[in-house]
Each structure stands twice: as structure tokens, then as C-alpha cells.
């Protein structure tokens, strides 16, 4: 049972550069979500979907799209990336919106110079 | 938006008991409250989930007072694998999700 799956575990980019993070669960979650998670910060919301063709912004959206063609999958794009979107970025799934448990990734360490 | 606060660290021995309390003064009366536990190189893993009073699972205890205000997470008897960052989480995902707010978590260091 793969669970939440990321692609790559690490990165390096160029400023200017663009990339798409991976992420694709098993669980047929209805749910998913990106964070990022800087040094000495909790996780802060990127972008979330709450079902394929449903996306929504989070906290913080500047700089990434996202878009969920399928259940399973919910990639997030950087289209020019900066030094500042240096971080770790962490992909979770849960069964429904409201209150369920998520279920995270094990994370993409990005660096961007 | 409710805002969670927890202590930065905390120490403590193995088989002794922990309790990490999150302050969430802003709590709506429809969130609920949610512990993670993240090791290095690995994303939160979710612990337990609460309302309001006491719950208990197999790892853990999460109590809740009645104004919601707060919250503790009761680890009994914690092993060095207990070492780990700890993340109060207050809201719910249904409306806007910009209310789902992590903390800034707890660094629970157990000794031997």
C-alpha cells in the first residue's frame, strides 16, 4: 500500500527555472492538498482540491498552479521559481473535506538558486 | 482564523509520562482539534482527534476543556522513538480551507 507518493525527494533549480512536483495517492481520497514547510514554521497551505476538476488556493498560492485531472493525482507547478520558494514541500490526501485525518507524503526538498 | 500556540521543546526521560499543550483562543465552534507527529525526512503522521473532553487511542491521549481553548496531548510512558516534532492542528477543511492552520509544533526531545 503506497499510501501518498512524491516525485522527486530532492531538487535543484534555477531561479527562473519551472517544474512540476509530483503527487499521487493509492487511497481514493477525495481530498488533496500541498504545503510547504520552512525552517522553524508549521506547514502552510499552498493549494488544495477537493475532488478531480476542483482546486482552490490555500494560504500561501503565489508562485504555483495546480490543476487535478484525476483522483489520484495533484501535481503543483512552480512557473518561475524564486529563491524564496526554497523549502520542503508536502503533498496529503484524506477521504473527504471536512475534519478526516490527512495523509502526507514523505516530502520534495527544493532548492532553488 | 484560530491560531495555535505550543511551547518550542520540551524534554523529558523514557517511561515518563508528556503532556503538550496547545493554546487556541480563537477556536470556531465548528473545529475540530488534530495532533501530528513528524519525524526528520518524513511528513506529519496523524495521531488523534478531538472535540471536546477526552479521547484515547492507542498511543496517545488528547484532553480537551470545556471553553475548547485549549488542548493537551498526553503521550504515557514516551521511548526514545518519541522523539519528534509535534504539530497542534485547529479547524476543519469544510468552507474555507485558509481556517486549516498548523502551529509552529513542538520539538520533544525523550532522554535516556
Known amino acids: 500500500n503506497a499510501g501518498v507518493t512524491q516525485t522527486p525527494k530532492f531538487q535543484v533549480l534555477k531561479t527562473g527555472q519551472s517544474m512540476t512536483l509530483q503527487c499521487a495517492q493509492d487511497?481514493?481520497?477525495?481530498?488533496m492538498s500541498w504545503y510547504r514547510q520552512d525552517p522553524g514554521m508549521g506547514l502552510r497551505l499552498i493549494h488544495y482540491?477537493?475532488?478531480?476538476?476542483?482546486?482552490d488556493q490555500g494560504e500561501v498560492p503565489n508562485g504555483y498552479n495546480v490543476s487535478r485531472s484525476t483522483t489520484e493525482d495533484f501535481p503543483l507547478r512552480l512557473l518561475s521559481a524564486a529563491p524564496s520558494q526554497t523549502s520542503v514541500y508536502f503533498c496529503?490526501?484524506?477521504?473527504?473535506?471536512?475534519?478526516?485525518?490527512?495523509?502526507f507524503g514523505d516530502g520534495t526538498r527544493l532548492s532553488i538558486l | 482564523l484560530a491560531k495555535t500556540t505550543q511551547p518550542i521543546s520540551m524534554d523529558s526521560y523514557e517511561g515518563q509520562e508528556v503532556n503538550i499543550t496547545c493554546s487556541h483562543n480563537?477556536?470556531?465552534?465548528?473545529?475540530?482539534i488534530t495532533w501530528y507527529q513528524q519525524f526528520p525526512s518524513q511528513g506529519p503522521r496523524f495521531i488523534i482527534q478531538?472535540?471536546?473532553t477526552k479521547v484515547t487511542n492507542e498511543v496517545a491521549s488528547l484532553f480537551i476543556p470545556a471553553d475548547r481553548k485549549s488542548s493537551t496531548l498526553s503521550l504515557p510512558r514516551v521511548s526514545l522513538s518519541d522523539t519528534a516534532v509535534y504539530y497542534c492542528?485547529?479547524?476543519?477543511?469544510?468552507?474555507?480551507?485558509?481556517?486549516?492552520?498548523f502551529g509552529s509544533g513542538t520539538q520533544l526531545t525523550v532522554l535516556p
Open positions: 496529503a490526501s484524506s477521504w473527504g473535506q471536512r475534519d478526516q485525518p490527512q495523509h
Open positions: 480563537n477556536i470556531a465552534t465548528n473545529d475540530y
Open positions: 478531538g472535540y471536546k
Open positions: 487511497m481514493n481520497h477525495e481530498y
Open positions: 482540491s477537493v475532488g478531480a476538476g476542483i482546486t
Open positions: 492542528l485547529v479547524g476543519g477543511l469544510s468552507g474555507s480551507a485558509r481556517q486549516l492552520t
